[in-house]
DNA sequence: GAATAATGTAATATATACATTACATAACTC
DNA sequence: GAGTTATGTAATGTATATATTACATTATTC
């Protein structure tokens, strides 16, 4: 789950608790969304994306992986 | 959870069980998505999203509700 | 370089996405 | 209108996203 998370979120000035305050979840649950080790829900994705003022596809997008 | 699965989905001419197979979840799981009652996960938006040849922001994206 | 702030991460608990099974209704075809 | 296909949805189980608590490490600041 590669995204762009951290990026954006030093972009606009915010530390991991900040915006996790922002949003509604736990500092440790930004922190393992930017690592890659979640998979978060589409509503935790939208809120992170008004917080930094980023669309779904500028933070989460990612190209399929060439079919098997 | 509003969403344009269905409307995407029909424009590629699949039915909600043909979508689940391709994505790798039930037919159910599509249904509730569809009626916006499920919050899915990132991967599944993006899997939904290679099926139907559409981006995160045009199958999800929702402005923010005007702050309280 | 000590104090503080920011971040990584582990252990355990809880909520919920999703599966499974099942049945009901709606729409389409003969 | 009976048979089939597509869809809605309820009950229960499982996997996992997320919370909570806690501690360690890595900047940053004086």
Redesign the interface.
């Known amino acids: 789950?590669k995204n762009n998370v951290k990026v954006a979120r030093v972009q606009v000035d915010l530390t991991q608790a900040q915006l996790a305050e922002q949003v509604g979840v736990t500092r440790q649950t930004i922190s393992l969304i930017e690592k890659g080790k979640y998979?978060?829900?589409?509503?935790l994705?939208?809120e992170i994306c008004?917080a930094v003022h980023k669309?779904?596809?500028e933070l989460?997008?990612?190209e399929?992986e060439s079919d098997a």
């Open positions: 789950m998979n978060p829900s589409l509503k994705c939208l008004y669309t779904l596809d989460f997008w990612v399929r």
